[in-house]
């Protein structure tokens, strides 16, 4: 399990913005697909974005698409989340995930769709976010 910390999760009015951070300690996230997940009470994690290790592919969940942007930062070694006109259907706990990539599966699986999270094995302990007035 590699250190993985997720920060920037917070309370936000509805049609609001935020930005989450995924950042990596000790190892170069570059070599692996990332993606961010959430949870609400009560329901299963599901997956909301992804993108692999080189950003040539991204994918989106159908409910944020046009409204969160997954971007890399390799300065920083960090994945990023931006949400904008964020809902209260968004409200949950958000997670980052990576697996290191070899070989092309991730990178035109990620075309089609978020992989699943049991193809994830390095997981962040997540960052709260509630939308709500």
């Known amino acids: 399990q590699l250190p993985l910390v997720e920060s920037g999760g917070g309370l936000v009015q509805p049609g609001g913005s935020l930005r989450l951070s995924c950042t990596a300690f000790?190892?170069?996230?570059?070599?692996?697909?990332v993606a961010w997940f959430r949870q609400a009470p009560g329901k299963e994690r599901e997956g909301v974005a992804c993108?692999?290790?080189?950003?040539?592919?991204?994918n989106y969940v159908d409910s944020v698409k046009g409204r969160f942007t997954i971007a890399r930062n390799s300065a920083l070694n960090a994945i990023f989340l931006h949400s904008d006109s964020l809902k209260p259907e968004d409200t949950g706990a958000y997670y980052c995930?990576?697996?290191?990539?070899?070989?092309?599966?991730?990178?035109?699986?990620?075309?089609?769709?978020?992989?699943?999270?049991?193809?994830?094995?390095?997981w962040g302990q997540g960052t709260q976010v509630t939308v709500s007035s």
């Open positions: 995930a990576a697996v290191r990539e070899r070989g092309s599966y991730f990178h035109l699986q990620i075309r089609t769709a978020c992989p699943p999270l049991s193809d994830f094995n390095n």
């Open positions: 993108i692999s290790s080189n950003g040539g592919s991204r």
């Open positions: 000790g190892f170069p996230l570059d070599h692996y697909a």
